[in-house]
Nanobody, 121 residues
Framework: QVQLVESGGGLVQAGGSLRLSCAASGGISGINSMSWYRQAPGQQRELVAT???????NYADSVKGRFTISRDNAKNTVYLQMNSLKPEDTAVYFC???????????????WGQGTQVTVSS
């Protein structure tokens, strides 16, 4: 059974930091890109950051210079280090992996269940 399990969300004051983790498991044969998305109440889900299997990264303009995405390929895990947090970063953060399974060759998108990040002013 494929799982993407996120952890590390919580409540933090503005200016603080949090580190999110997402571990993928369950018959994975390969992972291409891994990403973090977020969705605030009443808003569409938006891309926060992406990292390729080779380590190339891309960030939303709103988080550049504050957030850092990284991954551990041996552990099928992606991280999001969030510094200088702002109230507008408050959202549910979702992990995404574009990956292939042994039982289902070919790459598809898989999602975690989401973790709440709340930044108080």
């Amino acid at each position: 059974q494929v799982q993407l399990v996120e952890s590390g969300g919580g409540l933090v004051q503005a200016g603080g930091s949090l580190r999110l983790s997402c571990a993928a498991s369950g018959g994975i044969s390969g992972i291409n890109s891994m990403s973090w998305y977020r969705q605030a109440p009443g808003q569409q889900r938006e891309l926060v950051a992406t990292i390729t299997s080779g380590g190339s990264t891309n960030y939303a303009d709103s988080v550049k210079g504050r957030f850092t995405i990284s991954r551990d390929n041996a552990k099928n895990t992606v991280y999001l280090q969030m510094n200088s947090l702002k109230p507008e970063d408050t959202a549910v953060y979702f992990c995404n992996a574009f990956m292939s399974l042994w039982r289902a060759p070919g790459f598809s998108d898989y999602w975690g269940q989401g973790t709440q990040v709340t930044v108080s002013s």
